[in-house]
């Protein structure tokens, strides 16, 4: 008889950098022990998989008005709480380093390099007008029948 491999997935619906760090820890944590591992970002979640740099795109009013206000990149993610201007994740990202500790675009590629599904909400991409030329190279497009075909037969399922 042959073990079915445990699965996790996560959904990523926060923006803020302290969630997607647990999310990302987590999803780490998961992968080491051999699960499958799925992170759906959907909404704020799909700013930890925003490139840095801004690309020159052709969208509209309100698609552009959503790229300026919204952060570029995990690194720029805000904290949920004790955000302080944006002081709050520069005090964060001190006491990480001072810790040895992964920053959050060290665990997206650690999550990459382990092999975590890493996929983009195709319809909140829609809503927000963001574009894959936006988003980190090698990841997944799907819709919510995806993560549920995911989900369905999950070992471990977390919204965060």
Not at 38 to 64: C, M, Q, S, V, Y
Request: with cysteine; net charge negative.
């Amino acid at each position: 008889m042959t073990e079915q491999k445990k699965t996790t997935n996560i959904i990523l619906f926060s923006g803020d950098y302290d969630k997607a760090m647990a999310a990302y820890i987590i999803a780490n944590g998961a992968a080491a022990y051999d699960h499958e591992v799925t992170i759906f970002h959907t909404f704020w979640g799909l700013n930890a998989l925003r490139k840095d740099e801004p690309l020159a795109l052709k969208k509209g009013f309100l698609e552009k008005m959503f790229a300026r206000m919204m952060p570029r990149g995990a690194d720029k993610m805000g904290l949920s709480n004790m955000n302080f201007a944006g002081m709050g994740p520069k005090m964060i990202k001190h006491v990480i380093k001072k810790h040895n500790a992964m920053t959050l675009p060290q665990l997206v590629e650690t999550a990459r390099e382990q092999d975590v599904k890493l996929v983009a909400c195709t319809m909140t991409m829609d809503l927000l007008g963001l574009q894959q030329e936006e988003l980190l190279e090698n990841i997944e497009y799907a819709g919510v029948a995806a993560y549920l075909a995911d989900a369905e037969d999950g070992n471990v399922n977390l919204f965060i």
